[in-house]
Nanobody, 124 residues
Framework: QVQLVESGGGSVQAGGSLRLSCVVSKNTYNNDRMGWFRQAPGKEREGVASLYTGGGTTYYSTSVMGRFTISLVNADSTLYLQMNGLKPEDTATYYC?????????????????WGQGTQVTVSS
């Protein structure tokens, strides 16, 4: 069974940067869509960014486009989310997702495998 382990969260001031990492336990994500989601207290889990491991279109939510970059390093079996220009509204627990079932990339129900999450806090 594939496992996802996130790291890289922390506390930063507005305008700062963080890079989140998601290590995939086994190299079984070929031809799969993977994504980053986030969930703030009292809010639904929302899609932040997604890519297809076999190459192709990368997607971003409008709220992070131009500030966040998703990437995959196959040699490290690691999915990254580079976050620049962080804002207080980016504060949330961030989750890595895999096992896409073909649904909308931004819908959490489209993925079956999740990491434990990593907390990102941005202060003003």
């Amino acid at each position: 069974q594939v496992q996802l382990v996130e790291s890289g969260g922390g506390s930063v001031q507005a305008g700062g940067s963080l890079r989140l990492s998601c290590v995939v336990s086994k190299n079984t994500y070929n031809n799969d869509r993977m994504g980053w989601f986030r969930q703030a207290p009292g809010k639904e889990r929302e899609g932040v960014a997604s890519l297809y491991t076999g190459g192709g279109t990368t997607y971003y939510s409008t709220s992070v486009m131009g500030r966040f970059t998703i990437s995959l390093v196959n040699a490290d079996s690691t999915l990254y989310l580079q976050m620049n220009g962080l804002k207080p509204e980016d504060t949330a627990t961030y989750y890595c997702a895999a096992g896409w079932n073909g649904g909308s990339w931004f819908n959490s129900h489209s993925y079956i495998t999740w990491g434990q999450g990593t907390q990102v806090t941005v202060s003003s």
